[in-house]
Nanobody
Framework: QVQLVESGGGLVQAGGSLRLSCAAS????????MAWFRQAPGLEREFVAA????????YYADSVKGRFTISRANAENMVFLEMNSLKPEDTAVYYC???????????????WGQGTQVTVSS
């Protein structure tokens, strides 16, 4: 079992930045693809970004490409999401997730955190 805990969310003005962190415990995340998803009120949970387990290849949703950066520190069992040039439409609960395969598909992720709220004001 992997437990994931997100932190770093908050309220920020449009154009601002936030850095989300995901702390893993229970077992090492070294073998997992790690990702961030987000869910806005009334909408489906959507893929934001992913990073592979050891080669650190990254994938992004088109809506965040060039603004968000996903990274990981396997030795610390941590995953991060650096968010710049934030827009009101980025407002959502952001979730950290772990998968045994390289994927953007929500159902392939087996471990999830509880989420952290990000609110971007205009």
């Amino acid at each position: 079992q992997v437990q994931l805990v997100e932190s770093g969310g908050g309220l920020v003005q449009a154009g601002g930045s936030l850095r989300l962190s995901c702390a893993a415990s229970g077992r090492t995340i070294t073998a997992y693809t790690m990702a961030w998803f987000r869910q806005a009120p009334g909408l489906e949970r959507e893929f934001v970004a992913a990073i592979t387990s050891s080669t650190y290849i990254t994938y992004y949703a088109d809506s965040v490409k060039g603004r968000f950066t996903i990274s990981r520190a396997n030795a610390e069992n941590m995953v991060f999401l650096e968010m710049n040039s934030l827009k009101p439409e980025d407002t959502a609960v952001y979730y950290c997730a772990a998968s045994r395969v390289v994927t953007r598909t929500r159902s392939d992720y087996v471990y999830w955190g509880q989420g952290t709220q990000v609110t971007v004001s205009s």
